[in-house]
């Protein structure tokens, strides 16, 4: 399974589309593919669909069953499986990284897109009744706790439906990155940029003049 590149794409085509090892189109995953451009998702948003909806079929291939197969116990097996993926691109930033004998594994920030763009892609798949299951194979709860807080969008209009906030069952955990330290020397640099020193103020922080 490979993204290749659409020489040509008119307006309102995808420049991307997914081929199998004899170079034959996916049909389902291009069908989805050229939905994408008419709802005014940018190139790279379908591009980057085209690359997760990618390894949803690499392992297809290697389980040999069609898509209309993918349970939601194949999900629990697709998540393993890419847990077990190695990377080939490069860390975009200092963070911890699992190994594998190949190199990094996929982030869990990048296995939760896989599972949403999959997710989409099923949706998809009812929608246009190309799919023999009744419900998504990835499959989703109502949240609670984001129902209960705070600082969750409520409808303006008092008559208007109420959104129930859901999840998916299939996630990896993710822990947030700390911003990274600035140097003393791009530290220095700021602070003689200054033009004002009376008034320095550190950026981001609450109070005036922190100096």
Known sequence: MRVVKVEGAGPGEPAV????????????????????????????????????????????????????????????????????????RPAQRLELGVAAGEGRVLSAKTCNRVLAAVSSFYEFLIASEKYAGRDNPIVKVADQAAARAAGRYRPPLDNAARQRPV?????????????????????????????????????????????
């Open 17 to 88: 589309r997914l081929v199998d090892e004899d170079g034959q189109p996916v049909a389902e995953v291009n069908g989805f593919l050229r939905l994408l451009p008419v709802r005014e998702y940018s190139p790279n948003t379908v591009r980057a669909y085209a690359h997760d909806l990618q390894k949803l079929f690499a392992f297809l291939a290697e389980s040999g069953i069609p898509a209309a197969e993918f349970t939601p116990a194949r999900a629990m097996e697709f998540l393993q499986w890419l847990r077990l993926a190695s990377s080939s």
């Open 167 to 211: 999840r998916r069952v299939l996630r990896v955990k993710t822990v947030e990155a700390l911003p990274r330290p600035m140097t003393s020397e791009t530290y220095a640099a700021l602070l003689g940029a200054l033009r004002t020193p009376h008034r320095w103020k550190c950026p981001g922080m609450p109070w005036p003049g922190c100096i």
